[in-house]
């Protein structure tokens, strides 16, 4: 199977029943306020380069963001941040994404979510968030060249470890712990390293607040390059 029939068959599904009435009706109340655009309405699949290095693993779409354009990461504020912060660090050919179409390019980079459906609140259940996470497994063994994963919040990274240790990847004992600027090496079964950093998700309240600045972002970005390059 390949990323791009995974990304096919993710759009399709229909395995959480609470998430797919929230992401159907909120798609079937919101239209008109988006008039001339379609509105997705369903699962989103992740963005991006498909021989990416680095993946930047969020919660999910939101309602009026991912939901709407059908595209991670894009059509909302937190999303903003992330795609201006991938073209600061030089991967992606524009700031902003608004809408499908509009000639995005990401290079080197995709955007991930281990929960494809927009929940309501932005909180996916525990047994949503287990729902999803097979997605999310395969999506990463389907991507051989990751190098490097951004756990955008603490959920983001608590799925990765418990994604990637399912897959059969070592990961350190005691867990490690989530923090702006955490590192931890998370290695393949064949024995290659990737290196899991952890960032405050570009939530609203983490931005109006100041709790996540666009230069803390930034040296996220900045450090992942850094061992891209090594
Ligand atoms: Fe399927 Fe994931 Fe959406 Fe649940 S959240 S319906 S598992 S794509």
Redesign the pocket.
């Known amino acids: 199977r390949t990323l791009a029939e995974l990304d096919a068959r ?1 759009t399709k ?4 029943p609470r ?2 009435d929230w992401r159907e009706s909120v798609a079937h109340d919101k239209r008109a306020s988006f008039a001339g655009e379609p509105y997705w309405g369903r ?1 989103v699949a992740s963005l991006g380069d498909p021989e990416a290095w680095l993946g930047i693993i969020g919660l999910a779409p939101a309602a009026h963001g991912g939901n709407r354009t059908g595209r991670m990461f894009t059509g909302d504020r937190s999303g903003d941040w992330i795609h201006a912060a991938l073209y600061r660090a030089g991967m992606n050919s524009q700031p902003d994404s608004t809408v499908a179409g509009d000639g995005l390019v990401m290079s080197g980079a995709r955007t991930i979510a281990p ?3 927009a929940p309501p609140d932005n909180k ?1 259940t525990p047994g ?1 968030r287990h ?2 996470a097979g ?1 999310l497994r395969r999506e990463l063994q389907l991507i051989p060249t990751l190098e490097v994963l951004i756990a955008l919040g603490g959920i983001a990274w608590q799925a990765t470890l418990s994604g990637v240790r399912a897959m059969g990847w070592d990961v350190p004992r005691p867990q490690p712990r989530f923090g702006h600027g955490a590192e931890a090496v998370l290695t393949r079964p064949d024995g290659v390293p990737v290196r899991l950093l952890g960032s405050y998700h570009p939530s609203q309240q983490n931005t109006f607040t100041g709790r996540l600045t666009t230069e803390m972002l930034d040296a996220v970005f900045a450090r992942a390059k850094e061992i891209h390059q090594v």
């Open positions: 993710v599904c229909r395995a959480c998430l797919v699962p929960v494809h459906c996916p949503e729902a999803c997605w």
